[in-house]
């Protein structure tokens, strides 16, 4: 589903250059659901960002169901990006001006749905992350949790072959941060969507059939969830 080859990213050159990730190479298969844990500053967000064409990298290959994310002109990485990508980060990303229900229908808007079908689609996107009640109320007047799974459902709306979660639990209490990757975990258990969680959190990364382990731009180690050293994990996040 998702293959990096020897992904390279440098920032600034000079005395002020920064190698933020080093010729990693992973493979994430179909139907995943993953996690990339790390210290703050090893890369991870680096990754998520260079994996999903957010940011470009300084060398290396990124192929996405076949589909050559770096080798593609950059009006057909967009367009694959919206059509096959959804996207949730710690901060929402919402426009505070806008409904839950229009703020879930812009990325359908933007493939070229009508409004009436956008709607459709959104309150159905809506309704299966338990905020059918929600439809006209915007951000400003809804919980973390609530917006984070507004967030979910516009990254659920068009049935992307993959989601990509930046620390989505960051901004919220430890009870709603479980809702959330619970919600997630329902997500890719139920409709088979590839998902990858960079978190600092690892009882959250615990809930992932993969955990990727990252430090000074390197994924040092692979574990499944039965073989996850949790002592281990914890002395290298609090490095």
């Not at 996690?35 to 990124?62: A, R």
């Not at 905020?131 to 967030?151: D, M, V």
Request: with cysteine; charged share 25%.
């Amino acid at each position: 589903m998702i293959k990096a080859n020897q992904l390279t990213k440098i920032f600034g050159e000079g005395e002020s250059m920064v190698r933020a990730l080093k010729e990693v190479n992973l493979v994430i298969e179909k139907g995943e659901m993953v996690s990339i844990v790390g210290p703050s500053g090893c890369g991870k967000s680096t990754l998520l960002h260079v994996l999903s064409g957010i940011d470009d990298p300084t060398e290396g290959e990124v192929y996405i169901d076949g589909f050559d994310l770096y080798g593609a002109k950059d009006n057909k990485r967009s367009a694959f990006r919206l059509t096959k990508m959804g996207f949730v980060f710690q901060a929402f990303h919402l426009i505070p001006v806008l409904t839950a229900l229009e703020n879930v229908a812009l990325p359908l808007i933007g493939q070229g749905l009508s409004t009436k079908e956008a709607n459709d689609k959104a309150r159905a996107a809506l309704k299966q992350v338990g905020l059918e009640e929600k439809l006209y109320t915007r951000p400003g007047q809804l919980s973390g949790g609530q917006n984070q799974r507004i967030a979910i459902a516009r990254a659920i709306v068009t049935e992307p072959a993959v989601i990509w979660a930046d620390e989505p639990t960051g901004a919220l209490d430890s009870q709603t941060a479980q809702q959330i990757v619970g919600l997630l975990r329902h997500i890719n258990d139920t409709m088979g969507t590839t998902i990858v969680v960079v978190t600092h959190d690892l009882s959250i990364s615990k809930q992932t059939d993969r955990i990727f382990s990252m430090k000074n731009g390197r994924i040092i180690k692979t574990d499944t969830v039965n073989n996850f050293d949790i002592s281990a994990a914890l002395k290298l996040v609090r490095e």
